[in-house]
């Protein structure tokens, strides 16, 4: 496959098994297929990145976070384990911006996330029961991580419209995990983290590549 083809075939790929799975799995009970289709895209995604020369550490964010989206669909047992796969591909996601930045300068944009971090935060402390922890130390690195973005350079649009809709993606997931329990409103909730996950890797491998 030439290399003209190879980022339309990737992301026909992609946007297939990111279909598949919304519209076949998203709801339904714990299976090795379901758990399968929503691996699947970003699998695909950390695959093109590596086969294509985007970098080891961004091919190895997105291999971290396939792990995590296998985890999180299996048992309520692993969500501790899909947690600090993600915490840790953010932590590398933040590796990879700080490389990018000249001369930080902070300003609205990171006070804006912290500020939203901590009001979140404290609306999320009483809900989330024995995971204070772990959900406490992802808050913590994701608001890192788009503070971060915010100090890139100008033409790095994308990167930071690829981690606000990571931060949007795992703020409904919250929401849909352990506030809301209207089966009707969860399912609503879970298309839109499905949907703002994958614009989200899929933004941070186009401002990346």
């Known amino acids: 496959m030439t290399e003209s083809l190879a980022l339309p075939a990737a992301a026909l790929a992609?946007?297939?098994?990111?279909?598949?799975?919304?519209?076949?799995?998203?709801?339904?009970?714990?299976s090795a297929w379901?758990?399968?289709?929503?691996?699947?895209?970003?699998?695909?995604?950390?695959?093109f990145v590596a086969a294509s020369g985007g970098g080891?550490?961004?091919?190895?964010a997105l291999g971290l976070s396939a792990v995590g989206d296998y985890f999180l669909s299996r048992e309520e047992e692993r969500f501790t384990i899909g947690l600090i796969s993600f915490?840790?591909?953010?932590?590398?996601y933040i590796w990879i911006f700080?490389?990018?930045?000249?001369?930080?300068?902070?300003?609205?944009?990171?006070?804006?996330?912290?500020?939203?971090?901590?009001?979140?935060?404290?609306?999320?402390?009483?809900r989330v029961g024995q995971y204070r922890m772990p959900v406490?130390?992802?808050?913590?690195?994701?608001?890192?991580?788009?503070?971060?973005?915010?100090?890139?350079?100008?033409?790095?649009?994308?990167?930071?419209?690829?981690?606000?809709?990571?931060?949007?993606?795992d703020s409904v997931l919250a929401l849909e995990m352990f506030v809301v329990t209207n089966r009707k409103a969860k399912i609503a909730l879970s298309k839109i983290v499905w949907v703002s996950y994958i614009a989200a890797q899929g933004l941070l491998v186009l401002g990346l590549s």
Not at 56 to 60: D, E, G, H, Y
């Open 34 to 47: 379901r758990s399968f289709w929503k691996t699947l895209p970003v699998a695909i995604m950390a695959l």
């Open 56 to 60: 080891w550490l961004l091919a190895s």
């Open 136 to 169: 406490l130390a992802y808050i913590f690195v994701i608001t890192i991580m788009v503070g971060t973005a915010f100090l890139l350079p100008a033409g790095y649009f994308t990167v930071v419209l690829g981690s606000l809709s990571f931060a949007l993606s």
């Open 98 to 126: 700080w490389q990018m930045i000249g001369s930080p300068s902070f300003g609205w944009g990171q006070g804006g996330m912290v500020a939203y971090a901590l009001i979140y935060g404290a609306y999320l402390w009483p």
């Open 14 to 30: 992609i946007f297939t098994a990111a279909a598949i799975y919304g519209f076949g799995f998203l709801n339904a009970e714990v």
């Open 87 to 92: 915490l840790t591909a953010h932590l590398l």
